[in-house]
């Protein structure tokens, strides 16, 4: 089995900054896609930021090139999501999702296993 702990939301003021973690247990896989996506209350979940673990490749959404940075440490099975220059309109609840296959980048309905989500919240 696998599973996701997510840590690291909280309130932060705009123009500052959080990284998230998401740490990823059970079944090893030499090939696979760890995501970042986020959801706003009446919003439907949009994709982030994303990672292929053994190749390195990332990709990113538009609205966050050049402020968010996600990586990756192999010896703790963890991914990160550093988040720079936040803004209001960064404000959602965040997950991380895994496959053991390469799902779509940026479609929800690809990946397997999620996380339990972390609030980030940016005031203005």
């Known amino acids: 089995q696998v599973q996701l702990v997510e840590s690291g939301g909280g309130l932060v003021q705009a123009g500052g900054s959080l990284r998230l973690s998401c740490v990823v247990s059970g079944r090893t896989f030499s090939f696979y896609t760890m995501g970042w996506f986020r959801q706003a209350p009446g919003k439907e979940r949009e994709f982030v930021a994303a990672?292929?673990?053994?190749?390195?490749?990332?990709n990113y959404a538009d609205s966050v090139k050049g402020r968010f940075t996600v990586s990756r440490d192999n010896a703790k099975n963890t991914v990160y999501l550093q988040m720079n220059s936040l803004k209001p309109e960064d404000t959602a609840v965040y997950y991380c999702?895994?496959?053991?296959?390469?799902?779509?980048?940026?479609?929800?309905?690809?990946?397997?296993?999620w996380g339990q989500g972390t609030q980030v919240t940016v005031s203005s």
């Open positions: 990672t292929r673990w053994s190749g390195g490749s990332t």
């Open positions: 999702a895994t496959d053991p296959s390469t799902p779509l980048w940026t479609t929800t309905a690809t990946y397997r296993y």
